[in-house]
C-alpha cells in the first residue's frame, strides 16, 4: 500500500480551482524560502563578516542562521503538501549522513567533501524544494559543531535544488547519466562557494582543498582566484561522486518504498517507473 502524502487530495466539484490556488500558494513559498537563503548568501559576501566563525555568539551568525533556517523552512512548507511522511522521517538521516561523512572528509587529505549525499537523496526521492531544504539544514545544523559551515549553506541548498531539477528531468533514469548532472552541479556550487571562502574565511578549512589553494597561489593566483579554481577541480568531481553514490542508494532501495514519493510517481525519475498524470 502506498503511504499517504501529508495533506489530503481535494476532491468535489472546485477540487481543480482548489489544486491551482495550492500549486500557487506552493510556488510562493518555494521563492520566498529562495529569496531567503540567496539573501543570506549576498549579506554574508558583501559584509564579510570575520567574527562569523565564533559561532551563535556573534551578530552575523545569528543573521545567517536565521535567513538560512527561514529559507529551509519555507521551502519544507511548499513541499509539505506533497511529500510522504516517509520523507520526515528519512531527512533527518539525511542531516546525519551529511555532516558525519563532510568532517570525516574535511580531516582527510582528500580534496573532497562528501556532505551533499543526503541533500541528492532527498532531492531525487522527493524534488528541488525538499533538496534545497535539506542542503540548507545540513549546514544549519553542522554549524553547532563547525560554524565555519555555516556560511556555505546557500551552496548546500544550491546543489539540493539543481539535483532535484536533474531527477525531475529524467537523468537518474539512466545511472550514467547522475555523474554527469553531478559534474555540471559541481561546477555551479564552486562558483557560489568561492567568494565565501575567498572574502569570509580568507581560504579553505580542508587539508586537501587547502593544499589545492596554496599550490594555485604559489603559481601567483590571488586569492579568490585561487579558491575558484579549486573549487572548479574538486567540486564538480566531488558532486559527480556524490550524485552516483546517491543513484546507488536510491536504486538500492526496494520499489515499493520508491514509488510512495509522488515526485518520483509524477516525473518518472527513476528507471521503471510508470509516470503518473499531473494535478488538473
Known sequence: MSQQSLTLPATGPGSGAGSAKARRIRRVLELAGAAAIAGTYVFLVLTQPADIANGPASFSALVALGGFFLGAVLLIAAALPVLPTSTLVLMPVALVLNVVLGQLMGSTGLPFYFDA?????????AGPAAGAATGALSSIVWSFFNPTVLPFAAGAALIGFLAGLAARSGLFRRF??????????????????????AFVFGGTAGL??????????????????????????SDPMDKA??????????????????VQFPFVRRFRVLAGTAPETPEA
Open 117 to 125: 549525499i543526503g541533500t541528492v537523496l532527498i532531492a531525487v526521492l
Open 176 to 197: 550514467y547519466l547522475a555523474p554527469v548532472a553531478g559534474f555540471v552541479t559541481g561546477i555551479l556550487a564552486g562558483v557560489v562557494s568561492a567568494p565565501i571562502a
Open 208 to 233: 586537501g582543498t587547502g593544499a589545492l589553494v596554496s599550490a594555485f597561489r604559489a603559481m601567483g593566483d590571488t586569492l579568490l582566484a585561487a579558491i575558484t579554481k579549486q573549487a572548479l577541480v
Open 241 to 258: 561522486i556524490v550524485f552516483a553514490i546517491a543513484a546507488m542508494l536510491v536504486y538500492a532501495l526496494p520499489r515499493r518504498t520508491t
